[in-house]
Structure formats: structure tokens, C-alpha cells
């Protein structure tokens, strides 16, 4: 079983700052996927970003990038610029190469950013 | 492209009656559809997967005959929570996946069951 672990259940950063996300996981596939999901308090799921293990390079969209390391099993989230509208729940997940696979969620990082 | 709709939102209820989610894919085809839950501040829990034609696939710990699951069709599947307790109180969110789609999963909107 995978299992996806995120160790800081609360963060915040100052607008306009930068800040890291935390997320390690444990798996013995060498095909998989990596996803940061934001939850704002809409509670709509929400796609920040996301990484294929085969890729070496990093994912990057606009303000977000991810800092993967496949040998460590890592994968951060930063944010660079933080607005207030990134105040939400974020949740790290892990899903396995192919179709009909699961999302294996971490526990979440609740951010909160200051103006 | 890529819309799932769940419904309805939001539902209040008395205790003992059951009470039918539905999921849709709006716009694609869905052979494949999973059901979460999510208590207050903590994480999506799988249930279920919904497999178009076949009888879900349950996660371990959780009641096939509390929570049924019907994927009839490609575009719906529905979760209907049985005889509800308060303890059934939850946010449940339901996801399908899109062929072709650059996300492997479309999530809906959730809904909020709060049994009284």
C-alpha cells in the first residue's frame, strides 16, 4: 500500500512572501503520479500541480513549482508570492501509473496567508 | 471540459431515512467513478470505486449495505447512505476519471450531509 505523509498540519506566510509545503510518501512502484490539490474553503477540490515520477525535470505552474526527489521520495510544494487567495487547504496525493487507480491523499497542510 | 456535477450540496435529514447522492459526468464518459469522505480538517478517504456495469469495489472498514453504490450508466453514479445517523454526518465527494483529460480525476463539489 502506498502511504502519502505531509508533516506540517498548519503553515503561514506573510503576502507576498514564499513558503514551502511538505510531502513524503512511500511506495515500491517506479510508475506513478505526484499532486498537490488545494481545498479552499469551498471545499472544491482544486489542481495546483502535478508531476510524472518518470520526468526528472521539475513541474512548475506560474507561482507554484515542485522541488521532486524520487530517491528520497519527497515532494514540496513551493509558492512563490503568496496571495490571500491561496489561503486554503492543500493535500498532497500519490496515484499509481494507469487507469482505474486511486488517489492515496495525504492528511493536509492548512495555510493560511497574512496580509 | 470535464465537468463533474454532484448533487444536491447540501442536505439536512432525520435520523433513520436514507438519503441518494448523484454523481455526473457532465461532459465525458466516466466507466470509472470513486467515492470519498472527508470529516471536518482531515483528509479524503476513499469508500468506494465505482465501476460502470459492475458492483463497487469497497474499501476495507466501510459498510457495503450502508452505503450503496449503483453506476448504471456512463455519465452517474449515486451513493445512497442508508437508514443515516448523526455519526453518518460527513462531507462525501465524488470523482470521475476522464479519458483523454490532462487531470486523471475530475472531482465534483462534494456535499454536505448533516443527519439530525
Known amino acids: 500500500a502506498q502511504t502519502v505523509t505531509q508533516s506540517q498540519p498548519e503553515m503561514s506566510v506573510q503576502e507576498a512572501e514564499t513558503v514551502t509545503l511538505s510531502c513524503t510518501y512511500d511506495t515500491s512502484e517506479n510508475n506513478y503520479y505526484l499532486f498537490w490539490y488545494k481545498q479552499p474553503p469551498s471545499r472544491q477540490m482544486i489542481l495546483v500541480i502535478r508531476q510524472e515520477a518518470y520526468k526528472q525535470q521539475n513541474a512548475t505552474e506560474n507561482r507554484f513549482s515542485v522541488n521532486f526527489q524520487k530517491a528520497a521520495k519527497s515532494f514540496s510544494l513551493k509558492i512563490s508570492d503568496s496571495q490571500l487567495g491561496d489561503t486554503a487547504m492543500y493535500f498532497c496525493a500519490f496515484m499509481k501509473h494507469g487507469t482505474g487507480n486511486q488517489f492515496y491523499f495525504g492528511t493536509g497542510t492548512s495555510l493560511t496567508v497574512i496580509p | 471540459g470535464a465537468v463533474v456535477s454532484q448533487h444536491p450540496s447540501w442536505v439536512i435529514c432525520k435520523s433513520g431515512t436514507s438519503v441518494k447522492i448523484e454523481c455526473r459526468s457532465l461532459d465525458f464518459q466516466a466507466t470509472t467513478m470513486f467515492w470519498y469522505r472527508q470529516f471536518p480538517k482531515q483528509s479524503l478517504m476513499l469508500m468506494a470505486t465505482?465501476?460502470?456495469?459492475?458492483?463497487?469495489?469497497?474499501e476495507q472498514g466501510v459498510e457495503k449495505d450502508k452505503f450503496l453504490i449503483n453506476h448504471a450508466s456512463l455519465t452517474l453514479s449515486t451513493l445512497t447512505v442508508t437508514s443515516a445517523h448523526p455519526e453518518d454526518s460527513s462531507f462525501y465527494i465524488c470523482?470521475?476519471?476522464?479519458?483523454?483529460?490532462?487531470?486523471?480525476?475530475?472531482f465534483g463539489d462534494g456535499t454536505r450531509l448533516s443527519i439530525l
Open positions: 470523482s470521475a476519471e476522464a479519458p483523454y483529460s490532462n487531470q486523471p480525476q475530475h
Open positions: 465505482s465501476n460502470e456495469g459492475s458492483k463497487a469495489t469497497y
